[in-house]
Structures are given as C-alpha cells and as structure tokens.
C-alpha cells in the first residue's frame, strides 16, 4: 500500500502535468466505462493525452476501455473524460484505480458523471437500459479510504447519505422522459471480479435490494464523496445476470450491447451535461 505522502506526491506530479498540457480549467470530470468510451469523440476542440504519458498513472488492460485522457467542449461545458478506467481485479492498488478522481479534485473539479456497463438484476430491465444510480452497495471486500485519512483530501468519516446527488438524478430522470426512454433508478451492487457472479449470488444480491451488478463504480463514487465532488451515476444494462435467463456471460456481449445503445447514451449525457450546473 502506498504511504500518504507517496500518494500526496503522485496526484501532485500528475496535477502538474497536466496543468502544463491544458489550455483552459475543466468544470467537469467524466468516467466512461467498458464500450462506452464512443462519447469522448464528440467532444470538441480535443486535446488527447495516453495514460502512459501521465505520470504515476496506471494503463487500462480490458477491451473496450481506450486508455486516454481527453480535454475539451462537450455541451457547452468544458470536460475532462477518462476513455477508460482502472479496476481493483486488475491488480491495482485503490489509490490507484482511484487516481482520476483524486486528480480532478487537484485539479478543483466539484462535479463528476461516472458511467458503466452493468448487469441486470431487476427483471424489468433489459439489455441496452439506461439506469441512474441513486444508491450502491459495496461488496468490493476493501474501501478506498482504508489506511491513514489524508485531511486535506477529506474527512476521517465521510458522509455518503446522498453519494449520488439528488438533483441531479431528478434532472437525468426528465432528460429520460424528454427522449421518451424509460425512467429507471436502481442501485448498483459491486464485486471484486473478474469473474460474472453465480446464479446464486445474483440471488443473494437481488435479495438486499440490487438492481445492478459491476466491478467499478463505488471506490470511484466513494473517493468523490470524500473530496466534496457531486456525482452523477449512469449504468447501460449490457445483459441479464447469471440466472435470470438461460445464457452463459461474456465481455463481448457486454461490449456488443454497449455499441447497440451508444447512439442513446451519447445523446443522454449530452442533453444531461447542458442541465447540470
């Protein structure tokens, strides 16, 4: 694990380089999950930085997440969007898989979207919804905030009554009715993976209140909440989990269904990001 002072030292450098390679001070931070990267290339006036050039920062490893840092115009807004993301499966420390965030904050971002691909535990969903997250459950078996508090990144306790901000669920949900898409909230449950969960423990987790399954998300969210960051959470159901249908799972059907929705979630974020203030 790294020490304080390590990671004081790595969001710093990496707060530094990017200073030196933007124009102008993003006011909103985004993170694109599996498939989902697509949305990054509507944003105008780029500039591109590979997550290799970032100092301390770690590479993306999954197909369907690009590994680029990408700066510019996106609804009037300018953006900074992570093409891709970090995940505790991969081996990564949590400060690590937790860096963007903590950059942003350096940075002095106070507002943040977070996407992914989840599964479907509630029935009524199907593949290629678009679900707000208003709650989650964090079975990852570790917090991001483990080890000595950094006070000035935050507070020993932080309160996550309201980890995912309430006004903006209700603006993602009329922004849904206005695009005649279905207005779906659910909480997002996530697991260490790799591997898809059983049918069993779909059961379980349907059984303390998930709608939604994933391997990201939450330390990100927790991190933000930590640092005083509003956050907004989208899911794309990519498919049904382990059990609820007679299929086996696989990432290429998570990025196949990604690719079929793309055109609705891009259009989504888009008239989302005109809203928030």
Not at 62 to 72: A, D, E, T
Not at 104 to 115: E, H, N, Y
Request: proline share 5%; aromatic share 8%; glycine share 10%.
């Amino acid at each position: 694990m790294l020490t304080a002072k390590n990671i004081q030292t790595n969001i710093s450098e990496a707060k530094e380089f990017l200073e030196n390679n933007i124009q102008a001070k993003p006011e909103l931070g985004i993170i694109l999950g599996s498939g989902l990267g697509e949305l990054a290339n509507y944003i105008n006036d780029k500039i591109e930085i590979a997550y290799q050039e970032i100092p301390h920062f770690p590479i993306s490893t999954v197909q369907g997440h690009s590994g680029k840092l990408v700066f510019g115009q996106l609804s009037s807004k300018y953006v900074m969007a992570f093409q891709g993301r970090f995940h505790y499966y991969e081996g990564y420390e949590m400060s690590e898989v937790t860096l963007p965030v903590r950059v942003m904050q350096s940075l002095g971002l106070k507002k943040m979207i977070v996407t992914n691909a989840a599964g479907g535990i509630n029935e009524n969903y199907r593949p290629g919804d678009l679900v707000i997250i208003k709650d989650h459950i964090n079975l990852i078996g570790t917090n991001p905030l483990r080890g000595p508090n950094i006070s000035n990144l935050g507070p020993r306790f932080p309160d996550m009554s309201e980890a995912y901000n309430r006004e903006w669920r209700n603006i993602a949900g009329k922004v849904m009715e206005d695009m005649g898409i279905a207005r779906r909230e659910g909480v997002y449950a996530a697991l260490c993976g790799p591997s898809y969960e059983t049918p069993a423990e779909i059961k379980y987790l349907r059984s303390i209140g998930a709608d939604l399954v994933g391997m990201s998300t939450v330390p990100e969210v927790i991190v933000a909440n930590h640092g005083g960051m509003k956050v907004l959470g989208i899911s794309c159901v990519t498919n049904m989990a382990a059990g609820i249908l007679p299929q086996k799972l696989s990432h290429e059907e998570v990025i196949a269904t990604t690719e079929k929705a793309k055109e609705s979630f891009i259009e989504f974020i888009n008239r989302v990001i005109s809203y928030l203030d």
